[in-house]
């Protein structure tokens, strides 16, 4: 039956809210290529109407999601030898 349920489209969009939720909460980029991941799990199933097992379906979600941080690493890390410094407190 579990297999099943995560046949469903809206499983994987339910899951990607929860990572986007968590995301907020716990900021640092960890659930947000997980979520995007399983966003494009549950838009893969939603456009394609194919019926995947579940093997299948983590496998494409454990990609995607490699593929979102490893862009996002990309985009939002630090230029490669720069460090950064803070020169003021904030309690002053």
Not at 71 to 85: D, I, N, S
Request: net charge neutral; proline share 2%; charged share 10%.
């Amino acid at each position: 039956m579990t297999a099943e349920f995560w046949t469903l489209w809206w499983a994987w969009m339910a899951g990607a809210l929860v990572l986007g939720i968590l995301e907020v909460l716990i900021p640092g980029f960890v659930f947000l290529g997980f979520a995007i991941g399983a966003l494009a799990v549950g838009l893969i199933l939603l456009l394609s109407g194919m019926s995947l097992s579940l093997s299948v379906l983590l496998l494409i979600f454990a990609a995607l999601s490699l593929a979102a941080w490893l862009v996002m690493r990309r985009f939002f890390a630090l230029p490669k030898g720069q460090v950064k410094h803070f020169t003021n407190d904030i309690n002053d």
